[in-house]
């Protein structure tokens, strides 16, 4: 019975966890994500840091600070799901398939682990990811004003299979972008326990192996990002005379019409400063709470048993 228990305890733990992690680490890059988001669907506008910074000053001049995070109601409601289920189903997917059991070093199934927490995460909140790239790219006064229009109007105007529009390609981004994020972590964080002992890396050092870990996820499945968030903001992108519905046709038109780098790498040198900020907050924030809540744990276990 304390054993069940036990297991009972770690998954709670890892699902408020990781709600956090993912909760701080969206909020604080979410003005870089709704500026890398505008440029990923605009075929018409190259992306440079110039650029970029002219994108975040004119939201703020016309539309007031908070526009800055506009669309961070809808990534609340779906990063804090989808990252609870993330890090708890990783949690699980390890212990299934016996990742660095017994002292053996499984690379492979470590990727693998990593992979599926990201299909599990991402099949059940997919919806939500839709709503906050679509409130991302427009605005309050002729866009949609709240998470419950987004969702009311698309199922009205353009039916409810579009709530999984882009849904394959999004499962195919997340294969290499979860694999090799908690591959990287893992195997950097194993690499530290090998040659420091058994000391647990401290904050800066977790948040170092986080960014180094995001920095390969994000390079790793980059233009199948491009492709989803073409996809999901079809219906709203005024320059999309001729909409592809598929993977496929999606892949080929950008390279057509816009290139390899400025098609699919669109937008990347972004990622690079936000996802290794993102994912390294997540991580790092994710280790330490699940460390200081495993502890409150055991100090109210032991009350009890006392």
């Not at 804090?80 to 890090?87: N, S």
């Not at 599926?116 to 790239?133: E, F, H, K, N, V």
């Not at 195919?172 to 326990?193: M, Q």
Request: glycine share 8%; hydrophobic share 40%.
């Amino acid at each position: 019975m304390r054993k069940v228990h036990n297991k009972f305890d770690e998954v709670i733990i890892s699902l408020i966890s990781g709600a956090a992690a993912g909760a701080l680490a969206k909020t604080t890059i979410a003005p870089l994500d709704r500026t890398k988001i505008n440029f990923q669907i605009r075929k018409d506008v190259p992306f440079s840091f110039r650029a970029s910074l002219l994108y975040l000053r004119q939201t703020y001049v016309n539309e007031g600070v908070l526009a800055l995070w506009r669309g961070n109601s809808a990534t609340m409601a779906r990063i804090v799901p989808y990252a609870a289920i993330q890090f708890t189903s990783h949690e699980q997917w390890r212990r299934i398939l016996q990742v660095d059991q017994n002292g053996t070093n499984t690379k492979g199934r470590r990727f693998v682990a990593g992979s599926l927490a990201g299909i599990t995460s991402q099949s059940l909140t997919y919806p939500l990811d839709l709503a906050r790239a679509r409130m991302a790219v427009t605005d309050r006064y002729t866009g949609y004003r709240t998470l419950r229009q987004v969702f009311a109007k698309i199922w009205v105007e353009e039916g409810p299979r579009t709530l999984f529009r882009g849904y394959w390609a999004t499962v195919l981004g997340v294969i290499p972008y979860a694999g090799t994020s908690f591959f990287t972590y893992e195997t950097l964080k194993r690499e530290y326990h090998e040659i420091v002992g058994n000391n647990k890396p401290n904050a800066l050092v977790s948040l170092g192996f986080g960014a180094a870990a995001g920095a390969a996820g994000q390079t790793a499945s980059y233009p199948l990002d491009i492709v989803r968030r073409r996809m999901q903001t079809m219906r709203i992108n005024p320059a999309a005379t001729d909409r592809c519905p598929t993977i496929l046709e999606t892949l080929v038109k950008i390279y057509r019409e816009e290139g390899i780098k400025n098609g699919f790498y669109k937008g990347l040198s972004m990622n690079w400063i936000k996802g290794p900020i993102a994912v390294g907050i997540s991580f790092s924030t994710y280790d330490l709470i699940k460390a200081w809540l495993r502890e409150l744990s055991h100090l109210k276990r032991g009350r009890v048993d006392n």
